[in-house]
Nanobody, 119 residues
Framework: HVQLVESGGGSVQTGGSLRLSCVASGYKFSSYCMGWYRQAPGKEREDVAVIELDGSISYGDFVKGRFAISKDNAKNTLYLQMNDLKPEDTAMYYC???????????????WGQGTQVTV
């Protein structure tokens, strides 16, 4: 079965950086789209960054060039490099995967347990 395990969260000061990782197992890594999503207390989950099956990448409007999503098919790992972090980036960050499209979090069927980012 599909398993997604995130790591790399933590507490950083404003302007700091973090690199999140998501190790996937239980499916053919290259056959699923993957993305990062976040949810702050009392707020709806939102889309952070997505890599679709065709390799196209999209980011939430709030990213504004600060984050970069990437994947290593040889390691079955998805990454999110986050720079210039702001207090409003504080949230639980989730890795998601889907066999179709990952364009929005509502389309994603597989989730990790999340990793907390506090700025």
């Amino acid at each position: 079965h599909v398993q997604l395990v995130e790591s790399g969260g933590g507490s950083v000061q404003t302007g700091g950086s973090l690199r999140l990782s998501c190790v996937a197992s239980g499916y053919k890594f290259s056959s699923y789209c993957m993305g990062w999503y976040r949810q702050a207390p009392g707020k709806e989950r939102e889309d952070v960054a997505v890599i679709e099956l065709d390799g196209s990448i999209s980011y939430g409007d709030f990213v504004k060039g600060r984050f970069a999503i990437s994947k290593d098919n040889a390691k079955n790992t998805l990454y999110l490099q986050m720079n210039d972090l702001k207090p409003e980036d504080t949230a639980m960050y989730y890795c998601g995967a889907e066999s179709g499209t990952c364009g929005t979090w509502e389309m994603v069927g597989y989730w990790g347990q999340g990793t907390q980012v506090t700025v």
